[in-house]
């Protein structure tokens, strides 16, 4: 397996990120976590043990119960510092899963899956973890995140030194998480695509936002030479001739995949095997296209 976070890293910048508690940078983990419960509260089933993975703030739990579809709440985080008053939480790293098999019906996992290195594992200790018929719903940043950002910082690296190093973290195609849901053993998976536009008044204010979000770069082949601020200059520079409104603000995009995903179950929905449709496509379709000409 590559090795391509630095997860005591990124622990440490999410808690600090945590600690500093700037409510305006939360405005992403909000989104996904309202829209988690909104698609909680559809499903026509109540779950006795959820477990809100990962989650920081602990919105994600909060809105979810506020759906009335729990029963009952774990968080699992990688400090014991996002335990809120009076709430118990497990700690475990961002590459475990602490849970004992077919023990859990609910796994919530907002905005946190990509920062693992071992992505398809991480989706097997989910799916192991939930009793038959168990649901997993995630929000995962996808490819397209902070495209104009890495497209600058890229630039402007190429253009002062004739180099390039990765300065924004990779970001999976939505098919590819379908495929790894698939992998991982989830029946009947969905998987689907929600893109954001957010404004800034410039560069330098979306990277106050990703540092308070803990989301600086995290990468274990990240450049360790000091950064300049003609750098930081000349990037901004770009950034505002090409990803900028009338009005002078630049646009940064957040793509969300969100997921589903069942563990087996017997009585779920199955699809049809191969050959055993009892009228042929074509048929359907030349039966169609005849009642369209009578009604026509």
């Given at each position: 397996?590559?090795?391509?976070?630095?997860?005591?890293?990124?622990?440490?910048?999410?808690?600090?990120?945590?600690?500093?508690?700037?409510?305006?940078?939360?405005?992403?983990?909000?989104?996904?976590?309202?829209?988690?419960?909104?698609?909680?509260?559809?499903?026509?089933?109540?779950?006795?043990?959820?477990?809100?993975?990962?989650?920081?703030?602990?919105?994600?739990?909060?809105?979810?119960?506020?759906?009335?579809?729990?029963?009952?709440?774990?968080?699992?985080?990688?400090?014991?510092?996002?335990?809120?008053?009076?709430?118990?939480?497990?700690?475990?790293?961002?590459?475990?899963?602490?849970?004992?098999?077919?023990?859990?019906?609910?796994?919530?996992?907002?905005?946190?899956?990509?920062?693992?290195?071992?992505?398809?594992?991480?989706?097997?200790?989910?799916?192991?973890?939930?009793?038959?018929?168990?649901?997993?719903?995630?929000?995962?940043?996808?490819?397209?995140?902070?495209?104009?950002?890495?497209?600058?910082?890229?630039?402007?690296?190429?253009?002062?030194?004739?180099?390039?190093?990765?300065?924004?973290?990779?970001?999976?195609?939505?098919r590819d998480i379908g495929a790894l849901?698939?992998?991982?053993?989830?029946?009947?998976?969905?998987?689907?695509?929600?893109?954001?536009?957010?404004?800034?008044?410039?560069?330098?204010?979306?990277?106050?936002?990703?540092?308070?979000?803990?989301?600086?770069?995290?990468?274990?082949?990240?450049?360790?030479?000091?950064?300049?601020?003609?750098?930081?200059?000349?990037?901004?520079?770009?950034?505002?001739?090409?990803?900028?409104?009338?009005?002078?603000?630049?646009?940064?995009?957040?793509?969300?995949?969100?997921?589903?995903?069942?563990?087996?179950?017997?009585?779920?929905?199955?699809?049809?095997?191969?050959?055993?449709?009892?009228?042929?496509?074509?048929?359907?379709?030349?039966?169609?296209?005849?009642?369209?000409?009578?009604?026509?």
């Amino acid at each position: 397996m590559d090795v391509i976070f630095d997860e005591k890293l990124i622990q440490a910048r999410r808690k600090k990120a945590y600690l500093a508690r700037d409510e305006k940078a939360g405005f992403l983990l909000e989104i996904a976590s309202q829209e988690l419960a909104d698609r909680l509260a559809v499903v026509e089933r109540h779950f006795d043990v959820a477990v809100e993975l990962h989650g920081g703030s602990g919105v994600t739990a909060t809105e979810a119960t506020a759906t009335g579809k729990i029963g009952s709440i774990r968080r699992i985080e990688t400090d014991e510092i996002y335990a809120r008053p009076g709430e118990q939480i497990e700690v475990a790293g961002l590459e475990e899963i602490p849970l004992e098999p077919a023990s859990v019906n609910l796994v919530l996992s907002p905005l946190a899956l990509h920062l693992v290195n071992d992505t398809p594992g991480a989706l097997i200790q989910i799916r192991r973890a939930l009793k038959p018929d168990g649901l997993l719903l995630a929000a995962i940043p996808g490819s397209g995140t902070l495209a104009e950002l890495r497209d600058v910082l890229l630039s402007a690296e190429a253009e002062l030194t004739g180099g390039a190093s990765p300065r924004v973290i990779p970001f999976a195609d939505v098919r590819d998480i379908g495929a790894l849901l698939q992998r991982a053993g989830f029946a009947l998976p969905v998987v689907d695509i929600e893109t954001y536009t957010v404004r800034y008044d410039s560069l330098f204010a979306l990277m106050r936002d990703l540092r308070a979000m803990g989301m600086a770069n995290p990468l274990v082949g990240r450049s360790r030479t000091p950064v300049t601020r003609a750098f930081f200059m000349r990037a901004a520079e770009l950034y505002a001739e090409r990803y900028s409104d009338p009005d002078g603000r630049i646009r940064a995009t957040f793509s969300i995949i969100y997921v589903s995903g069942w563990a087996p179950h017997e009585n779920q929905q199955k699809p049809l095997r191969p050959g055993s449709a009892k009228v042929r496509l074509a048929d359907a379709l030349r039966a169609a296209t005849e009642s369209d000409g009578k009604e026509n």
